[in-house]
């Protein structure tokens, strides 16, 4: 992934705008949040680049803005 915005010649952020998690839900206890991935803009700003380690077996995925870690 190349760090430069091709139309501006800035440095992008390699940050990413989004960490995917898979939600399983459990019977009598709180769901569980597994982090499965990231999320990075795209340059032009239409779209995302979604990069997982796994896929969940139901299928769903949701995406968070980060948050700081303390």
Known sequence: MSDTNTETGTKTSKKPAFIAYSIREREGKE???TEIGVAF?????????ILTDVAPLN????LR????KK
């Open 31 to 33: 769901s569980k949040w």
């Open 41 to 49: 803009a795209h340059d032009d700003g239409k779209g995302f680049t």
């Open 59 to 62: 299928g769903r995925i949701t």
């Open 65 to 68: 803005v980060p948050s700081e």
